[in-house]
């Protein structure tokens, strides 16, 4: 199994050693021919989720695409078969109308749809946490100290999913890729109708939570503050206007029974199980 990670970076030691770290350049059609030319699937799992603009956002969920689609295109005019691709896109990528995050994964998606003779799957995951997550673990460490900071509608619904669940799933779509071709799949941890906020407290914290609701008029404050202080200070803002209207949508939601149907997969880890794991 081959890792392609970005040129001059030192080997990420949360590689397994059976895995090859090879160097690429995201975009080098030429260096991802010879990095992929004999593999049996190939995963694409690059992303950027901050930036300030669409270009921030543009080579690793639109160009990476772009070069990977040349890549098999290549390959298939060489050995004329290539091997299947899996893109790990994002929920948001449904509504590219909110921010350029969403946008870039929407563009991204579309470059697949566009070739419809090669062999790709799309998996639209919701919310991802786990161990090395750095987006959603602050806010549960917050709930689990006993602070409920809900920056979404009282009435929310969100699906969530474990990091373990998710790769799960891809080695799922390993086994059985050619059911899946040309389709999308939104996927989550199972739990019917998603997470309010009450209960993704309930599942988090054993304690007696105090819920504080941010304002919308606060967030917006913050994220025009954020963008207006990165590209000052030239760092990759998050909080952004856009970002704070994919927070403020009634709801992110996803059904599982296409991808179950199709490979037999199955989540294992519900908020309440994911945490315990977390946190243990």
């Excluded at 030319?37 to 930036?51: F, Q």
């Amino acid at each position: 199994m081959r890792v392609l990670v970005r040129p001059g970076k030192h080997p990420d030691s949360r590689v397994p050693q059976a895995c090859e770290q090879v160097p690429v350049g995201i975009t080098d059609v030429e260096q991802l021919t010879h990095a992929i030319a004999e593999s049996s699937a190939v995963i694409y799992c690059a992303g950027s989720v901050r930036g300030r603009d669409l270009k921030d956002f543009a080579t690793a969920n639109i160009s990476g695409v772009q070069a990977i689609l040349l890549t098999l295109e290549k390959l298939s005019s060489h050995s004329g078969k290539a091997p299947p691709l899996l893109l790990l896109s994002s929920l948001a990528a449904s509504r590219p109308e909110l921010s350029d995050y969403a946008h870039s994964k929407h563009d991204g998606e579309q470059l697949l749809r566009a070739k419809p003779s090669l062999p790709w799957t799309i998996l639209r995951p919701p919310a991802v946490y786990g161990p090395g997550d750095r987006e959603m673990l602050p806010l549960l460490k917050m709930i689990r100290r006993g602070l409920l900071a809900r920056v979404g509608p009282p009435d929310q619904r969100l699906s969530l999913l474990h990091v373990d669940d998710l790769a799960s799933a891809v080695v799922a779509w390993l086994c059985a890729s050619q059911r899946c071709q040309g389709n999308t799949y939104a996927i989550d941890d199972g739990t019917p109708g998603g997470y309010s906020w009450k209960a993704m407290g309930e599942a988090v914290s054993d304690r007696r939570l105090r819920t504080l609701g941010v304002p919308r008029s606060l967030l917006g404050l913050i994220a025009r503050t954020n963008l207006l202080f990165s590209g000052l200070m030239g760092y990759q803002p998050m909080l952004t206007p856009g970002k704070v209207r994919e927070l403020l949508q009634p709801d992110w939601l996803c059904d599982n029974s296409e991808f179950s149907d199709a490979t037999g997969w199955k989540p294992t880890l519900d908020l309440k199980l994911g945490v315990e794991q977390l946190f243990q």
